[in-house]
């Protein structure tokens, strides 16, 4: 159970994820799929009842070491005034990168083809808060983001909203052929 001030929010939840599945959660705006990413992050603790990882209390679990293996696609991106592959890859354009882990994560994002027809290629300044690119471009750059962090854990919350069908069914084919990972679809479409 999850409250917030007096508000319940979540009661009498009981979910089982196993390790390397891929679950969806559908639900209305303000239904608390948030709230339970949240819980299951670590960002909130439930105000009732426990939650496992691997037969353990997360209490009894390095909470850091957790988070570190997830990666969370929020609908909308943030972004840094600098490249492409610096917004992918945390890591300053002249330091060392897994270039073949990058290739991929561009590629299952689709975003081979914004970097094919730039000069700059990965180098593209894409200008504060991603203002010399797209909405979908954005989303793509948060994709590849998760999948070169290479988490076991990753959550995709809302997160292809602005591609348009052909694409987000491409990337979301891609996302699910990824191995040994546990994959959490957020949405309120029902289709």
Do not use: C
Request: charged letters at 25%; proline letters at 1%; aromatic letters at 10%.
């Amino acid at each position: 159970n999850f409250s917030f001030k007096d508000k319940e929010i979540l009661s009498n939840i009981n979910l089982e994820i196993h390790k390397n599945s891929r679950i969806g959660l559908i639900g209305s705006t303000g239904s608390g799929k948030s709230t339970l990413i949240d819980l299951i992050i670590g960002l909130l603790e439930p105000k009732k009842g426990k939650y496992f990882i691997d037969d353990l209390s997360f209490k009894e679990i390095n909470v850091k070491g957790w988070m570190q293996g997830i990666s969370y696609v929020p609908q909308k991106i943030f972004l840094f005034n600098s490249s492409i592959r610096q917004n992918i890859t945390f890591k300053a354009d002249n330091e060392q990168i897994d270039i073949a882990r990058f290739n991929n994560a561009v590629e299952l994002s689709g975003l081979s083809e914004i970097l094919k027809n730039n000069n700059e290629k990965e180098f593209f300044q894409i200008g504060e808060f991603g203002k010399r690119i797209s909405g979908g471009q954005k989303q793509k750059i948060g994709i590849a983001r998760a999948i070169y962090k290479d988490a076991s854990l990753i959550i995709f919350d809302e997160s292809t909203n602005a591609l348009d069908e052909k694409s987000e069914k491409n990337i979301v084919d891609n996302i699910l052929s990824l191995k040994e990972k546990t994959i959490i679809f957020i949405t309120h479409n029902y289709t």
